[in-house]
């Protein structure tokens, strides 16, 4: 249970119902008087003012043939009424008109229930007001406040624990010696999961030493839900999470897909842990736990919505020729007098991440694909961001 201010992001885990119906007595939706329509059949009938009300009050009286109230936006219509009239719609016809006992001429012709939402109308009690599976965002999160949800039932965020591999990584604090580079997948995975709605527990980099590399995935093993690696699941002599995994009795979903960048993916349970081994390159261990990693969290915090949704949307350059595997870029949308159009970003490799972070989506080109010229549809990533 998490108080509605809180639940922003995080995916509903019940179903939530409207405790009264909406709304809860018939409401003005307009400045202006209350009246009965039959008296305003025709252009010019003057009405004699009663009474007021106010949002948040109530007229008690019963309103007679002949009769009208103010009333205001928001509140309850008085018995007896069957229309509200604009203020825009109608005159004094008397000195004092705003006054009890003043008289209004309404310049128009009235339709009963005009301008009045009857009670119910909208949501009726018992509705439901929230469906369990839904990422909460500021309408939804309305919506139920609407309704004394001030607290709700969530699903918990997945613990999610980083564990960069490598000899040569040395904290974003530090300058590089020669050979070395700076741990950047650390804080790109630690977004990426924070925007999936998972916590990411950062662990200290793990050496490319078989005992160091066990003893870390042990302690991620032990403290999180899903194990993040990043580096070591290629084929060098250092990559050692492959083996890693397997003395602890891991099984591999997957090692190896047929994507670039992104190629040494390994995906493997350890128990009911998952693990992800990304590859050490900044822009395929980013394409891999955008593509994997994302859709995964979703599905362990319960979310329906799991995925991105890819729309097609035509390139604003040409593309070269896509090899035998899918082939993943960034891009910018942009929009002219044709409509939506995307500039892809031309990046110098996987590990170049500052060309790649240019770009505000993920483009996706088939394997195999030809020259795409200028103008071509594109596949564009969207991934869902409630409202
Ligand atoms: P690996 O997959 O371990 O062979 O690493 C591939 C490349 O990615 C190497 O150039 C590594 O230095 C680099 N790399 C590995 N881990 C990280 C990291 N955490 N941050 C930035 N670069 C990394
Ligand atoms: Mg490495």
New binding site residues.
């Given amino acids: 249970m998490v108080r509605l201010d809180d639940a922003c992001g995080r995916v509903l885990a019940a179903d939530a119902f409207a405790d009264l119906p909406q709304p809860d007595f018939d409401r003005a939706m307009m400045d202006g008087i209350a009246v009965v329509a039959a008296d305003c059949a025709s252009l010019g009938s003057v009405l004699e003012v009663v009474g007021e009300a106010p949002a948040g009050t109530h007229w008690s009286g019963t309103l007679r043939p002949g009769q009208a109230v103010r009333i205001m936006t928001g509140a309850p219509v008085p018995a007896g009424a069957d229309a509200v009239v604009p203020v825009e719609r109608i005159e004094p016809a008397t000195a004092g008109a705003a006054t009890v006992g003043g008289r209004w001429r309404v310049n128009e012709v009235v339709r009963a229930e005009q301008h009045i939402a009857r009670r119910g109308s909208e949501v009726a009690v018992g509705a439901r007001v929230g469906a369990r599976g839904e990422r909460l965002g500021g309408t939804r999160i309305g919506a139920l406040a609407a309704f004394g949800h001030a607290r709700v039932e969530v699903y918990r965020r997945p613990v999610v624990a980083i564990l960069?591999?490598?000899d040569?990584?040395v904290d974003v604090h530090h300058k590089p010696a020669p050979g070395q580079?700076?741990?950047?997948?650390?804080h790109?995975l630690t977004a990426l999961v924070r925007q999936a709605g998972g916590v990411a527990q950062q662990q200290a980099?793990a050496g490319?030493s078989p005992g160091a590399l066990r003893a870390a995935m042990e302690r991620g093993l032990a403290e999180a839900d899903v194990v993040v690696l990043?580096?070591?699941?290629?084929m060098?002599d250092?990559?050692l999470v492959g083996s890693t995994l397997a003395d602890l009795g891991a099984r591999v979903l997957f090692h190896r897909v047929a994507i670039r960048p992104g190629k040494?993916l390994l995906v493997a349970t350890v128990g009911d842990r998952l693990v992800f081994g990304l590859?050490?390159?900044?822009v395929?261990?980013y394409v891999c736990a955008a593509l994997f990693l994302r859709p995964a969290l979703a599905a362990l915090q319960g979310a329906r919505c799991r995925d991105w949704q890819v729309i097609a949307i035509p390139c604003a350059q040409e593309m070269p020729a896509v090899g035998p595997r899918e082939s993943w870029f960034t891009g910018r949308l942009g929009a002219g007098p044709e409509g939506l159009h995307v500039h892809p970003v031309s990046g110098r490799g996987?590990?170049d991440m500052v060309s790649f972070a240019v770009g505000d989506h993920l483009i996706r080109r088939p394997a195999h694909a030809p020259v795409l010229a200028a103008g071509g549809l594109v596949d564009v990533l969207f991934w869902p961001e409630q409202i």
């Avoid at 580079?181 to 650390?186: A, E, F, G, L, T």
């Avoid at 590859?279 to 900044?282: D, H, K, R």
Wanted: avoid cysteine; proline fraction near 13%.
């Fill in positions: 960069p591999t490598g040569e990584l580079v700076r741990d950047s997948n650390r790109a980099v490319d990043s580096g070591g699941v290629s060098g250092y990559d040494p590859p050490g390159n900044p395929s261990s996987s590990a």
